[in-house]
């Protein structure tokens, strides 16, 4: 296979925009089935929109759309992309109007697995700078990519759209994708605002990121518009700087999001959703799969009810890689067991950290402990011949480089102020 396209190689350090161009893709995806399983068939007169932007993928679901549940495991792929467009352009500057930063990236990239009996729900993200091989791709202008044996994984759309992306996350992680979403920057602002913005947490010394225009201090605070944009491209003002730690950040951001889709605040407020179930139909690139409103009401009905806690929000492990300092590649033994517990519906039980870019939140409530302490009176048991439990049977203990959280699991932003 040739190398990517020269022009990448040749370009000068982009944008902070461009670096900083992270989204949280997968809310719109959670925006749409929660608006959509209320909503009833309201986003039946939106169809023809969603048809019109729809791309096709090479797996395809087995069972046409039905008002039922959705029986079999499936994994929606959520895109987010750094585009310029009208709702934006404005903000953004020099990213706009730069040629040499023309192109469109899948900056954000998560995939979100869905086991069958029980339910159980895992997103995967995955680094924008991790090396991947392309495959061969076609774009939607009939234009054939040749394919990349080592490339960036956010420079998969812009050689094939939203359906390279999806087979080169396929060929990455072994699974079978039949859903996938676009959304850009101006996507994003829209949808957030639709729900009357999210509240999150800003731990630390709060957020001081003069790239991502912000200075705020610790504490609550309600996002939307432009600042859910900027909370979740911060990578100056959280944990290490990197782009790993904002991806914990992200993560924080969209656990916060379920939780108000799921709440009286939104589920018995008809306008509330009806306005998001418009706003989300009319900002993502579906591929044909989910240009159904059947379809979406199925998937949103099969999720409605699954625990927060068997909610997963994992990280790609990667490692660094030896040719370049500024790029990671695929940890594939960690990853393994990753893919292989996803293809079993083990229990994941996520014994890393919560991610670089949070902490607990100081705010909630300890956790009630699950055994009274033992009488200072009593004999400890010999250690030799009663060994301590573990994990539940059949639950799996991923490697202590994947980080994570559950969705129930309340963390705040680690700030640097």
Not at 110 to 116: F, G, P, Q, R
Not at 147 to 152: C, E, I, R, Y
Not at 386 to 397: D, I, Q, Y
Request: hydrophobic content about 40%.
């Amino acid at each position: 296979m040739t190398p990517p396209p020269a022009r990448h190689a040749h370009r000068p350090p982009v944008s902070a925009w461009r670096r900083g161009a992270k989204l949280l893709a997968i809310g719109v995806i959670v925006a749409v089935v929660a608006a959509v399983a209320v909503g009833g068939f309201y986003a039946l007169s939106l169809t023809q929109t969603l048809k019109e932007a729809a791309v096709p993928l090479k797996d395809t679901p087995s069972a046409p759309p039905a008002l039922s549940t959705y029986d079999e495991p499936f994994a929606v792929l959520v895109v987010g992309t750094d585009e310029c467009d009208d709702v934006v352009s404005s903000a953004f500057g020099e990213r706009c109007t730069d040629p040499e930063n023309a192109g469109t990236r899948n900056d954000v990239n998560m995939l979100v697995h869905v086991s069958a009996n029980p339910r159980r729900v895992s997103v995967v993200s995955f680094p924008r700078d991790l090396q991947v091989e392309i495959p061969e791709c076609t774009s939607e202008d009939g234009t054939v990519f040749p394919g990349a044996w080592k490339a960036s994984i956010n420079t998969a759309y812009e050689a094939g759209g939203l359906s390279c992306v999806a087979d080169t996350v396929s060929q990455l992680s072994g699974q079978s994708i039949p859903f996938a979403a676009k959304v850009s920057f101006g996507n994003v602002v829209n949808i957030t605002d639709a729900i009357g913005g999210v509240e999150v947490c800003i731990g630390g010394d709060g957020i001081d990121d003069p790239d991502a225009g912000i200075s705020w201090e610790a504490g609550p605070r309600t996002v939307q518009g432009f600042d859910a944009l900027a909370f979740l491209r911060t990578r100056k003002g959280i944990g290490d700087q990197s782009d790993i730690a904002r991806i914990g950040n992200q993560q924080q951001y969209l656990s916060r999001l379920m939780t108000k889709l799921r709440s009286d605040e939104v589920l018995s407020n008809p306008g509330t959703l009806l306005n998001l179930a418009s706003t989300a139909v009319r900002n993502i690139q579906p591929s044909e799969s989910l240009a159904d409103p059947v379809r979406i009401a199925q998937l949103a009905y099969t999720l409605k009810d699954v625990p927060f806690d068997d909610i997963t929000f994992v990280q790609m492990p990667v490692l660094d890689d030896p040719d370049n300092s500024n790029h990671v590649i695929p940890d594939e033994y960690s990853a393994g067991i990753l893919w292989q517990a996803l293809n079993d519906n083990a229990p994941l039980v996520v014994t890393g950290d919560a991610g670089r870019g949070v902490v607990a939140d100081p705010s909630a409530p300890s956790p009630e402990p699950s055994a009274p302490a033992p009488d200072e009176n009593t004999p400890t048991p010999d250690a030799d011949t009663t060994p301590a439990p573990s994990a539940t049977p059949g639950t799996v203990e991923l490697p202590e480089n994947i980080n994570g959280s559950k969705a129930g699991q309340a963390t705040c932003s680690a700030g640097l102020g």
